[in-house]
């Protein structure tokens, strides 16, 4: 079953001795404990940096400002900051800054 190591996640983040997360935060932690979220944020943050690379090469070789540069700059941007929130929604401040936590998703 695909959804093993998944489940699992969400075992372990009821055992842990925090308050069980309410309703409304529960869709959060779903969405950002399955597999396909930190897929998809892998892809996103790879595709950033090819973007950032051909934005320094064509600026080196351009002076003229390209407006499709910002807009993607801006909807990345805008992605990883939905991805922020929606963490800190699933899991609360408390459990992103536990040690040995993911704290790098901060910065």
Known sequence: NKYTGYTAKLDSIASE???PPSEEVWLS?????HPAFDLSMI???IMNCMLLGAQVQYK?????????FEW???????????ELLLRIRGFGVRRLCKPGWRRWFIL
């Not at 932690?29 to 404990?33: A, H, L, N």
């Open 29 to 33: 932690t779903r969405i950002v404990t």
């Open 72 to 82: 993607i700059e801006f909807a990345c941007s805008s992605v990883f900051t939905l």
């Open 17 to 19: 001795g925090l308050p």
């Open 43 to 45: 892809v996103i943050v």
């Open 60 to 68: 080196a070789n351009e002076w003229t400002p390209n407006v499709l």
